[in-house]
Nanobody
């Protein structure tokens, strides 16, 4: 059974850092394009970063230079390192494949950036 479990969120001040983790089971993360998505209240869900089976990465314009997506294949886990966080990064963050597997959204992990 496919399961995606996000963790690592929290509350930080602007300029701070967090590392999010996506622990996967039932799928092998390096066999798919995987992505991190976020959704803020009242806004549409957006893709913020992705990594292909080949290791190529892509980022949304708003996070380029600040966020890094990477994998640990031994742990079957995808990470999102977030630096220089801004209040507008506040959202519920999810991982999933790209394109998404709609049946397998996890609970997400909340990131809150405020003073």
């Amino acid at each position: 059974q496919v399961q995606l479990v996000e963790s690592g969120g929290g509350s930080v001040q602007p300029g701070g850092s967090l590392r999010l983790s996506c622990a996967a089971s039932g799928i092998t993360v390096n066999s798919h394009t995987m992505g991190w998505y976020r959704q803020a209240p009242g806004k549409q869900r957006e893709l913020v970063a992705s990594i292909t089976r080949y290791g190529s990465t892509n980022y949304g314009d708003s996070v380029k230079g600040r966020f890094t997506i990477y994998r640990d294949n031994a742990k079957n886990t995808v990470y999102l390192q977030m630096n220089s966080l801004k209040p507008e990064d506040t959202a519920l963050y999810y991982c999933n494949a790209y394109p998404v597997w709609n049946a397998y959204w996890g609970q997400g992990t909340q990131v809150t950036v405020s003073s």
